[in-house]
């Protein structure tokens, strides 16, 4: 069995899917594979920061009405240090700009939906996928169906948007694959709880038994993550044991108490930082998380997987519409300049708020300077805010 597309994109992810739009909208065809269910894509509970353009970016395409009606649309953040808060006014540094507050698993509810609605083809749990032929001009990509029917996608152009695990980068010659790593000392335990809102938007904590975070995801529904040793086995965190590290992480004396409730989700998450500079090969090009982690602190992961496949698509465009290869031989480039940025920022965002252990006194004494310094300066927080919201777009 064989079929015929113009663009295969392995991952239905933010980036495959967001992919699979624009190129529906510039009349390019594509098809999808994707190794989990429908039900597994579109259940897996992940945190959601829209920027403000990704946001612009699913009403111009049709797809923004639940968001408009569900999601909680944030005008800026609360840093904590010590017995310190302040709130920094996102909005107002950026000239109007907002974040939105929408689950990524709703987005790609939206995304699956609309799709399928335009006629899109999603194979789902698919087995086997390997990328093929991608030197030459005719790639193809190998995989099983859920029955175990072998079959192919015959492809102008092939996309790995399969995340960190996927066989994606694994197609492109480790020789020739350029990698940047970092693995913090440290990771989140997050939690899902019935509990009401306690904070009209997301606090940042850095607390000196490690950091803390409170983010909502429904008027019902409390998104909520406490550093910990990512090595640690859930066992040895009873709900009790993380209400006391939310309580005394996040409340000040006197000014403010943390609501409970009943915990319906909890794990532990490693941090990472990840670039994979080699974001093509032949006609296999790099998306998303096959290309780059970012800790979740600086809530640009969605973000920055859009912001390739809206350079990606507009290149394939060229490409596939113009004969055109100019911007086809510009993605990586054009794509890593944003990758970066982000990656510094969460990084920074990372390191300013977490307790690594290996740090000297001089060191935490630092990361208190810094936020001390964000607390006071217009002008770092500005810096913040442009960098929280979305930095300018350059495709």
Known sequence: MSQRTQVGIVGCGPAGLFLAHLLHRAGIESVILENRSREAVESTIRAGVLEHWVTDLMREMGLGARMDREAHIHSGITLQYGPNRFHLDVTELTGGKQVT?????????????????????????????????????????????????????????VVAADGFHGPGRKAIPEAIRQEYNKTYPFGWLGILAEAPISWHELIYARHEDGFALLSTRSPEIQRMYIQCDPADDIAN????????????????????????????QKGIIPLRSFVCETMRHG?????????????????????????????????????ILHHRTERLD???????????????????????????EAESPFEHRIRMADLDFLSGSRNAQAAVAENYVGLPFDA
């Open 101 to 157: 507050v929408y689950a990524q698993h709703e987005v790609l509810c939206d995304l699956i939906a609309g799709r399928l609605a335009d006629g899109g083809t999603i194979h789902f749990e698919v087995t086997g996928t390997a990328f093929h032929d991608v030197e030459s001009e005719a790639p193809r990509i190998a995989f099983r169906h859920k029955d175990g029917t072998p079959d192919e996608l015959l492809c102008d152009y």
């Open 237 to 264: 965190w009873p709900d009790s044991r993380i209400w006391a590290e939310l309580h005394k992480r996040l409340e000040i004396a006197g000014n403010w108490h943390l609501s409970e409730g009943r915990i319906f």
């Open 283 to 319: 006609r296999l090009f790099l998306a998303g998380d096959a290309a780059h982690i970012v800790p979740p602190t600086g809530a640009k992961g969605l973000n920055l997987a859009v912001a390739d496949v809206l350079v990606l698509a507009r290149a394939l465009e060229d490409a």
């Open 330 to 356: 510009a993605y990586p480039a054009t794509a890593l300049r944003r990758i970066w940025k982000a990656e510094r920022f969460s990084w920074m965002m990372t390191t300013m708020l977490h307790v690594d």
